[in-house]
């Protein structure tokens, strides 16, 4: 055994008895947490949530407490640091490094510097040097299988041992094999605004869930982590990364769908629907979620400004008036939209200026009621009444009497959606876009709305209500954003007005062309005032290259530029003619299942058939999990699911049920991307299956 591979066996185990220590201290710790906060019961379980997740995930550090190492000398420094990159930053409570944490702004050498002069920024500013070592380690259990030192980590020879793995270790290994251009996108500021476009496989998710984990970890102490918020899909994959991000040591970060986001922010219950608008020349729910939607949005708060908001009748006490009618609408009126932009902040606003009113002309009002209600009103309880107003105007200047003035805040946001709905021509001059919007309103069952509707729900909610309770975010994750349109970015810059966004999605990978963006730049342009840089990455790193031709036929189809794969072969792509559908899908899973597959997905174009294939396949006692819009469990195995839902997820092996041209129509711009969106989720084997015809881009 050589001398350098001896100092590297002692170093490991030096390093995993320390891991051991912190380990037994941090038990300790927790062990006294409820003794020490026991009359503060929000911040213990903080704390203890806190210190648990950092005991479990040093323990499981344990089996592999590093993976890089490098070597850094300091400009102006003799003293060369010597640093071990883990999946966490460990400390001993003296305070000293045992473990560099990969977030940490040194470890960005490792991933996008070559050795010699290398410069990185600090808190301090830029730190200048030179890298003499850059090293990586396979270690396994504890145990050190190898180590090789490198000049760079974007090497494909260097990747492909991370990559050929099995799905759920390939996320466990991430951090060993960041990318420069996903490390520059992971790495920006917390007050930059960036569009990520990515090709299927090119680590979209992971990025955007390694993205939280650095942002929480270098702004822990200005920014806490319930300050963040994720926007996924659908629930299937806001369970899927609400059990990833804890590994990346961050807790307590809200994962939302934007249905959710939605149904939260208003507080009402309804039902949310998923269907394209009626057919016709005009598509409906593109244009609902267009900012000329917004705008007669914003004609119908104008309208309710002017006839709804502001009572029409005096504030009157019985015999008396305190203030006319004309009055409160002046000074509605005089209020700045700028300062004071909801409906309810206008209204608290009226009404502390009329209480102001009221408590400079207290004297007079008092003066008047007492005329009123004792010397001229013979009624049993004059007096008791004249005393309750004295009351409310002497110790509240009128604050109640004034809040119980202005009812229109007790209407419901959906009742106020319909009536717009229902006024729409009033708001619009197209004729044939009021008749289709209409249409397709009087096709909702009551209580129930469509998805393009609820950027429309929240808009309008937001022009009432405003966002206070959103306030305190400062930066929110989009993923699967090509499946919005540029109004739902809009809605989300508003109620998060304090936030900052990283959005990320793949144009080519929009199965909702009814209603999602078309391109990138216009949401730069209508939502961040071209305050938003857009980045690309281009290179996918999930699939083999045999799997990659394949979809690129798909992306060449429909002329959109192919994804550049790894260098990582595999199997060829397996096409079969179904004779027996059930009968072939049961031989094919368990060919599959011989290799030792951790995760194996059948995928549909059809809805409706992924349930049927999952009964049919239970009768033959295949043991497998159906993913729908309801899911939130799946822990490798076989599964079925839909196209549409298996967007972001990721499998060891793919069976695309049924490629035919009845199934994903070559005319179907959705259908196409659809089927790339299928064919990109396998990592190492594919098998395509069709009945009749195939799809054309596949012939």
């Not at 503060?40 to 890089?68: C, H, M, S, W």
């Not at 003035?405 to 717009?420: D, E, G, R, S, V």
Request: charged share 25%; hydrophobic share 35%; aromatic share 12%.
């Amino acid at each position: 055994m050589d001398k350098e591979k001896q100092i590297e066996l002692a170093k490991l185990e030096e390093i995993k008895n320390k891991y051991g220590e912190v380990i037994e201290d941090l038990g300790l710790m927790i062990d006294h947490l409820p003794d020490k906060y026991k009359h503060n019961e929000e911040l213990l379980d903080t704390l203890l949530r806190q210190y648990t997740n950092k005991k479990r995930v040093i323990t499981e550090g344990l089996k592999k407490p590093y993976f890089a190492r490098i070597d850094f000398k300091e400009e102006g420094h003799n003293q060369t640091d010597i640093c071990y990159i883990g999946k966490v930053g460990v400390y001993d409570f003296d305070n000293n490094i045992i473990t560099v944490d990969w977030r940490a702004p040194i470890a960005s050498l490792y991933y996008d510097s070559n050795l010699g002069k290398v410069q990185y920024d600090s808190p301090d500013g830029k730190i200048t040097g030179q890298m003499l070592l850059k090293r990586q380690y396979d270690i396994e259990d504890g145990k050190l299988n190898s180590f090789n030192d490198v000049d760079t980590v974007a090497n494909d020879e260097i990747l492909r041992p991370y990559l050929s793995v099995n799905a759920d270790n390939r996320l466990k290994n991430i951090v060993s094999s960041i990318q420069d251009e996903q490390n520059e996108v992971i790495r920006k500021n917390i007050y930059d605004n960036v569009i990520v476009q990515g090709v299927a496989g090119s680590g979209k998710t992971t990025v955007a869930l390694h993205r939280i984990a650095y942002l929480a970890y270098n702004y822990r102490n200005v920014i806490n982590s319930n300050q963040y918020m994720v926007i996924g899909p659908n629930k299937f994959f806001i369970k899927y990364i609400s059990s990833i991000l804890p590994d990346l040591d961050v807790v307590n970060v809200p994962q939302l769908t934007f249905d959710e986001l939605c149904l939260e922010y208003l507080n009402e219950n309804f039902v949310i629907l998923y269907r394209p608008s009626l057919k016709d020349k005009f598509n409906s729910n593109k244009y609902k979620l267009s900012m000329d939607y917004a705008r007669l949005i914003d004609k119908y708060i104008n309208y309710l400004e002017q006839n709804e908001v502001v009572p029409t009748k005096d504030l009157t006490v019985s015999y008396y008036t305190i203030l006319n009618a004309n009055f409160i609408k002046k000074t509605y009126d005089s209020i700045s939209d700028t300062l004071y932009e909801n409906i309810q902040s206008k209204i608290n606003k009226t009404i502390l200026l009329c209480s102001t009113y009221i408590k400079n002309n207290k004297e007079e009002i008092l003066n008047n009621l007492y005329t009123i209600y004792v010397k001229h009103v013979d009624e049993k309880n004059s007096y008791k009444i004249y005393n309750d107003l004295k009351k409310e105007i002497t110790n509240n200047n009128g604050i109640v009497l004034l809040k119980k003035h202005f009812p229109f805040l007790n209407k419901k946001t959906t009742a106020l959606y319909n009536h717009f709905l229902l006024n729409f021509h009033k708001y619009c001059d197209d004729r044939f876009i009021c008749t289709q919007i209409q249409k397709d309103f009087k096709c909702n069952k009551t209580n129930m709305y469509n998805f393009d509707d609820l950027a429309g729900l929240m808009y309008l909610h937001y022009r009432l209500h405003g966002s206070e309770k959103y306030k305190n975010y400062k930066h929110t994750i989009v993923d699967e954003a090509q499946d919005y349109g540029v109004f739902n970015f809009f809605v989300l810059k508003k109620i998060l007005n304090a936030s900052h966004f990283s959005i990320f999605g793949d144009l080519a990978q929009s199965i909702y062309d009814y209603r999602s963006i078309d391109s990138w730049e216009e949401v730069n342009h209508e939502i961040f005032k071209n305050d938003c840089s857009i980045e690309y990455l281009l290179k996918s790193y999930r699939t083999t290259i045999e799997i990659m031709n394949e979809a690129n036929k798909v992306l060449n189809y429909i002329g959109l530029k192919p994804a550049d794969p790894v260098i990582r072969h595999g199997e060829n792509v397996k096409y079969m003619q179904l004779r027996d559908k059930y009968e072939d899908l049961y031989d094919q899973i368990n060919l599959l299942k011989t290799k030792k597959y951790s995760s194996i997905a059948l995928i549909s174009n059809d809805d409706q058939e992924v349930t049927t294939i999952y009964n049919e396949l239970k009768k033959k006692n295949i043991d497998l999990t159906l993913i729908n819009n309801e899911s939130i469990d799946y822990d490798n195995g076989i599964c079925i699911v839909s196209s549409k839902n298996s967007k972001g997820l990721e499998f060891d092996a793919v069976i695309i049920v049924d490629a035919g041209e009845k199934s994903f129509d070559s005319n179907s711009s959705s259908d196409m991307k659809s089927l790339y969106v299928s064919m990109t989720r396998a990592l190492h084997e594919m098998i395509i299956m069709y009945e009749e015809k195939l799809t054309i881009p596949l012939m």
